[in-house]
């Protein structure tokens, strides 16, 4: 345990309370922009009273200050804290999430063509840092639970052949944990991946918190991962975008990965968002095991609530552990992270997503079969009690109405654990181009959804959330692609990516320049 202690934070308060003169950007000088008088259609929403305390603190680059891009103070001293307490060599703080750490490091690890070994159920932000690049993937499907149909990564074996197939490759990209919580301990991974001399690098968005409690997994970077992204306003009291890209070993060239970071990145970064970082990490080190126990207990609590009730509604049954896997690999969940469905198939995730709402719960995401609780620091019992309610009321409204079945839904069901099981049989992909020609290739059309069975796309189509790509551009489109879209698109899912919202129609390359794909 340690006292408080945030350089950025600091550095800001003082300059602050030194009630400067500012002849500089941003343009509301201290909140100071705010303070008049215009006329307001609600009293309560006067952007003053919300906004001053934070403008207080939100500078540009000054010498009281520091510069991300080049940190020599504050900012310096904040990330060299976070590598201690994280257990990296070093540490990057970011302003555009994780979002802007996997594009960075695709740009630092791939020259155009080169090739890279990358986890089929990625981000869509690792295929637009592959747009980038310009480089060629090479997609590893992911493990499948039989019964819950949710994807984790690929098997060792898997990476074990695709460097065999492809011993050019430059790195290996996996993605762990997944939204739902379900992960791997990475350490057979690495030690594979590290015999062909390349880095192995992880989008753990979603662990920024762990191994900061016994209850909680391990990050990877205890595996030995050579990069490992996190998203920190996921699981820890950060500003929204605000994120961390930790390094370790000498596989990954950080000069060039700076340039990349500055390149990717605002030259006009959030000092509230880089002091929200740095925050986290003092209340980790003041903390310690005490910073989680509440949350960690809230979701216990509920776990344990809704097992005892009688409600269709329950969590997920995981089973990652009945997946074919090396001896050496451990699975795990995170514990701050329920999954619930109506086990009656009465409501969709969507649906049930939505009765929530209505009584005041707001979940992180859903899908069209499950519903994604995070439970964050301070969960507190009257928000336990307040979900209770709602799961009972919404439970007794379905019994109540004898509503039957969504048969879409119930398709859906079967067909969202039959899609990704058959993908475990892929496998392997063949190289797939992400360059630049291809994205600026003119001989494009749109056609029907129901008539691109075995056209090649020419865009990426993106339920989000969780934003992982169901299409990229240059991928076969199968009739099981096309079930699937048009289900999640009446199911109420959201596209990103895709020219037409309603995913009536999809954008194909023309017949005769498909083989230049």
Not at 163 to 178: F, I, M, T
Not at 217 to 237: C, E, I, N, R
Not at 318 to 332: V, W
Request: a negative charge; glycine letters at 6%.
């Amino acid at each position: 345990m340690e006292p408080f202690f945030s350089p950025i934070l600091n550095a800001l308060i003082k300059h602050a309370q030194n009630r400067p003169a500012g002849f500089h950007v941003p343009g509301h000088r201290y909140g100071q922009a705010l303070q008049q008088d215009f006329q307001l259609k609600e009293p309560a929403a006067h952007p003053a009273v919300w906004f001053t305390s934070i403008m207080q603190l939100d500078v540009t680059e000054l010498s009281s200050t520091d510069d991300l891009h080049h940190p020599e103070a504050s900012i310096l001293e904040a990330q060299q804290l976070a590598a201690r307490t994280f257990g990296a060599e070093e540490t990057f703080f970011l302003v555009g999430g994780s979002t802007s750490a996997n594009i960075a490091l695709l740009l630092t690890l791939c020259e155009p063509g080169e090739k890279i070994i990358v986890q089929r159920n990625v981000h869509k932000s690792v295929i637009n840092g592959l747009k980038l690049s310009g480089a060629v993937a090479v997609f590893l499907s992911p493990q499948v639970g039989q019964r819950s149909g949710l994807a984790t990564i690929p098997t060792v074996e898997q990476v074990g052949d695709a460097l065999r197939l492809y011993p050019d490759a430059k790195a290996v990209l996996l993605s762990s944990p997944n939204y739902y919580g379900m992960g791997v301990r990475l350490k057979p991974y690495a030690e594979l991946v590290h015999k062909s001399g390349i880095p192995l690098v992880v989008d753990e968005a979603h662990g920024a918190h762990y191994g900061f409690h016994p209850d909680l997994p391990q990050s990877s970077l205890a595996d030995g991962v050579d990069a490992v992204v996190q998203s920190a306003h996921k699981t820890l009291p950060t500003l929204t975008m605000g994120a961390m890209l930790h390094v370790q070993g000498n596989r990954i060239d950080r000069e060039i990965l700076r340039q990349s970071l500055a390149m990717i990145q605002s030259s006009s970064p959030s000092f509230p968002i880089l002091a929200s970082i740095d925050i986290s990490r003092a209340m980790i080190d003041s903390l310690g095991n005490r910073m989680f126990e509440q949350s960690i207990a809230a979701a216990a609590s509920f776990r344990d609530w809704l097992r005892q009730q009688s409600t269709a509604i329950e969590e997920i049954e995981y089973d990652i552990m009945a997946m074919e896997t090396d001896e050496s690999t451990t699975h795990y969940t995170d514990p701050l992270r329920v999954v619930i469905y109506d086990s009656s198939s009465r409501l969709s995730g969507f649906e049930l997503q939505r009765r929530l709402e209505q009584y005041g719960c707001f979940a992180e995401m859903a899908d069209p079969r499950y519903v994604v609780l995070v439970f964050g620091i301070q969960a507190s019992l009257e928000d336990n009690e307040k979900l209770q309610h709602a799961i009972e009321v919404i439970n007794e409204e379905c019994q109540s109405s004898a509503k039957a079945s969504h048969k879409e839904d119930n398709a859906y069901a079967q067909m969202y654990i039959s899609e990704r099981t058959a993908t475990v049989t892929a496998g392997i992909s063949d190289p797939v181009s992400f360059s630049r020609e291809r994205f600026n290739n003119q001989h494009v059309e749109r056609i029907n959804l129901t008539e691109a069975q075995l056209r090649i796309s020419a865009e990426m189509v993106t339920p989000y959330p969780p934003g992982i790509a169901i299409l990229n551009p240059g991928e076969i489109i199968t009739s099981m692609n096309i079930e699937q879209i048009r289900l999640l698109s009446e199911a109420g899912a959201k596209f990103q990516g895709a020219a037409d919202p309603t995913m009536q129609t999809i954008a194909v390359y023309h017949k005769k320049d498909e083989n230049n794909v």
